[in-house]
Each structure stands twice: as structure tokens, then as C-alpha cells.
């Protein structure tokens, strides 16, 4: 096929008796061993002149040639949009994302999204799956701030992707919530799936839910209100969102569950002012700790606390001069 790269070598005694997919995977680091397969089941590999499937059982000497087409442009355009870029390399970029800015195009937000911004400032994209496009392993919601890794390439997408379905990688939360906990920490283990009638919304309350867990300890404790930090064992969309208010404790001027109505275990009426006129719900993506994909060390990384919700802390601390510790 003119115009795309061929990658050919002969099988060593090392790499026989090993699927044909892994083989290739291995030898090409920057392709995962899904989007090889992709490429052998379209033909695109052949091992002794001969079309074969990605289970194929490779033997010493087998001549193996592999048409490795460019990564296909997505629909998403590159926008100039600021980044608060915590840690990069060629194969991931770490993040502060700042509240306000949606993670991928969909319905309604087709430009102005974290992938825009990605596209042009990554001109080191390597592609995810055959399309010329950031790996998004994990998201944060519109208006939740903080720490977001993003994959370069297919083999650290792919790598990352495991990492967060085993579980292996580390959150850590802040979120201010309405109320007085009654302990100084605890494990939400309530599970998570659709809403039954608001299909936007999620629930602990769904005909079809899968469980989920939720570490949590008191930071700061005001009158009526609670800086908590929070640890994800699982990541279920909205996941704390929907188990503080599941528990009575909703996120500050969270919407959508139950964060802006009056607060029952009413705060200081200052505190309720104080409250009243933040603009988004209280929850900070505040610490991020994954393998790196090539070379399998630790990394960890936090974000600082956004201004609004650093200055609202600060404006209850000095109100009520009860905090517990500072962050």
C-alpha cells in the first residue's frame, strides 16, 4: 500500500510459541496489542506472505511484514486554550484541569474542550487506536477541578487503561460538604448505576448498578460544613458526588444533587452568604499516583487548590475559627 510504513522482521527463538498480536505489540512499543490486532484482522500483517489471525502461534523464522498506516485526523480541531500542565513526556501529559472546562466533544460542547486544547499543544500525538487523538484513560466532570493524566500514544493508553481497571492507581479528593459528620472518617460502599427515570443523572437506586467504594476523613470541620478527603477505590461516574448525598452530606453548590438547597443542619448564617455565592460544586481532583507506562516508576502528583475553593475555606476559617487543620 503506497505511502504507508512496513515494519518486517523474522521471528527469533525467544518470540516462537508467543501469539502473533504480542509479538508485534512487543517489538513496536508504541502500538497496543488491541490496535495490532485491529491491524492483522484488516490484513495489514503477514507472516511468510500469508494473511493469519491475531492468535496465531508465532514460529522461529517466521517473516513477519506489518503496513503500519498514519493516524487518522479526528473531527476535533486544535484550539489555543491554556493549559496548567503539571508533568510531561512523550508518552503521558499530567494536568490541572481547571473547573469549567469539558474533557471531551460531545453534545453541545463540540469545541472549547480539554481534547482541543490537547491536540494543539501535543504535537507529539502518536495516535489511540488509528486516530490522531489524546488517550482520555479517566475523566473529570465539567466544574471539578484538579489532577487528570492523558496518554500520548497506544501502549501508555493502553497501560493506563489497565492501571485504573485494576485499580491500581491512586485518588485522592478534596470536597467541602454540607454538615456535621457524626464520625472522623469512614468507607461509603453504597453501589452506583443509572438513574431510574433521570437518565443523566446516576443513583444508589438503579435497576442495574455496580458496586462501588469511597474512602473518607474529615480535613476541616466548620459549623454545618466539612472540607472532606476523599479516596476512590473504584472510579463510577459522579461516584462522589452521588454517595455524599447518598449519606446526607451533598457537595457544596452541587446541583444536580441536592448541594444548593437550604442545608437543613443550618450553618452560621455568615457561612450560608459565604456558600451562597460560590458558582460551581465544591470538589477537587487534589492528588494523582499511576506506574509510568515505559518505565513502571511511581509517580505522584497534586494540585493545588483552585481559588474559589481556597478562598472559601479561607472565608469560613475566619468566620468561625474552627479549623481542624489546614491543607
Known amino acids: 500500500m503506497s505511502g504507508v510504513p512496513v515494519f518486517s522482521f523474522a521471528a527469533t527463538e525467544k518470540e516462537a510459541g508467543r501469539r502473533l498480536d504480542t509479538v508485534i505489540a512487543a517489538r513496536i512499543p508504541a502500538l497496543s496489542r488491541s490496535y495490532v490486532g485491529r491491524l492483522i484482522r484488516e490484513g495489514r500483517v503477514t507472516v511468510n506472505s500469508l494473511t493469519t489471525k491475531p492468535a496465531y502461534v508465532t514460529r522461529r523464522g517466521d517473516v513477519v511484514r506489518a503496513e503500519i498506516p498514519p493516524p487518522r485526523r479526528i473531527a476535533s480541531k486544535p484550539e489555543p486554550i491554556p493549559l496548567a500542565i503539571l508533568y510531561e513526556d512523550s508518552e503521558v501529559i499530567v494536568l490541572n484541569k481547571p473547573a469549567g472546562l469539558v474533557v471531551h ?3 453541545g460542547h463540540q469545541s472549547g474542550t480539554l481534547v482541543n486544547a490537547l491536540l494543539y499543544h501535543c504535537r507529539d500525538l502518536q495516535g489511540i487506536g488509528g486516530d490522531l487523538r489524546p488517550g482520555i484513560v479517566h475523566r473529570l466532570d465539567k466544574d471539578t477541578s484538579g489532577t487528570l493524566v492523558v496518554a500520548k500514544n497506544d501502549m ?6 489497565r492501571q485504573f481497571r485494576k485499580r491500581q492507581v491512586q485518588k485522592q479528593y478534596l470536597a467541602l460538604v454540607w454538615g456535621d459528620m457524626k464520625a ?6 453504597l453501589p452506583i448505576g443509572r438513574h431510574p427515570v433521570d437518565r443523566k443523572k446516576m443513583s444508589i437506586k438503579s435497576r442495574r448498578s455496580r458496586s462501588t467504594e469511597t474512602g473518607w476523613k474529615i480535613k476541616e470541620a466548620f459549623s454545618g460544613v466539612t472540607l472532606l478527603e476523599l479516596d476512590l477505590k473504584t472510579g463510577r461516574t459522579h461516584q462522589i458526588r452521588v454517595h455524599c448525598a447518598a449519606i ?3 457537595v457544596v453548590r452541587d446541583a444536580t444533587y441536592g448541594g444548593t438547597k437550604r442545608w437543613k443542619g443550618a450553618p ?6 459565604i456558600l451562597k455565592s460560590v458558582k460551581r460544586q465544591m470538589l477537587h481532583a487534589w492528588k494523582l499516583a499511576f506506574a509510568h507506562p515505559r518505565t513502571g516508576e511511581l509517580m505522584r502528583f497534586e494540585s493545588p487548590l483552585p481559588e474559589d475553593m481556597a478562598s472559601a475555606l479561607e472565608s469560613l476559617r475566619a468566620l468561625t475559627g474552627q479549623g481542624m487543620q489546614s491543607i
Open 248 to 250: 446526607g452530606h451533598p
Open 105 to 107: 466533544p460531545a453534545a
Open 184 to 189: 472522623s472518617a469512614g468507607v461509603i460502599d
Open 156 to 161: 501508555a493508553h493502553e497501560c493506563l487503561s
Open 268 to 273: 452560621l448564617q455568615d457561612a450560608r452568604h
